[in-house]
């Protein structure tokens, strides 16, 4: 009787740990921190009867740091790197490619009124990226194909909006100065519908 309820624990524990290993089983796919996530499902977001890639910020974030010191303007400077950081290639790979991402549209001071033809693209709402501590693979700099640009209202600013163009990728200087990693010539976007009472 005893060897029968030992045997009767054992096959227990055994079931109880299959049980455990199976549920957990898509936590073994999942990308490991700090990887670039891109290379799971294709996604697309189809306009115009043109295919765009979806990525996110998040897919674009791996702890990039410039190859030169940059002053901010707040007086801080961020130190360079020695040697220019590689870019993964998941992320090199969408050099020139169409792309849609979601974000907050920063309108720089140039544009006129409501009509924005050149912008920063964030990847959180703020008012100034450098004072929110935002890293420079957090944001990018954009402006319209269109040469009207776009027409956002002053309340669209605090929602997020999909952008959607060509995505540039690499570090670009202007005079010397480093002026950012990605930017998008932006075709078009969508400001993401607000929900009634949060539900609809």
Known sequence: MIKVNKRFKFLRWVFLCG????????????????????????LKF???NIDYQVVS????????????????PDG???KGTKTPMTIPKQIQALNGKRVAIKGFVIPL??????????????DELVSCLFC???GYDQWMVGDTLDPKGFNIKDDEFEEP????????????????????????KAEGYEVEKKKFLGIF
């Open 19 to 42: 049980c455990i290993l199976w549920a957990a089983h898509p936590a073994w796919t999942q990308s490991q921190p700090g990887q670039p996530k891109l290379g799971a499902r294709p």
């Open 46 to 48: 189809v306009r115009n």
């Open 57 to 72: 910020f998040e897919d674009l974030y791996f702890n990039y740091l410039p190859p030169v010191d940059v002053e901010h």
């Open 76 to 78: 801080n400077i961020t």
């Open 109 to 122: 001071a140039n544009s006129e009124g409501q009509t924005i033809k050149e912008f920063l693209f964030a």
């Open 132 to 134: 929110a501590m935002l």
């Open 161 to 184: 909006i999909t952008i959607y163009g060509t995505l540039e990728v690499g570090p670009k200087f202007e005079d010397g100065e480093f002026t950012g990693l990605y930017r998008i």
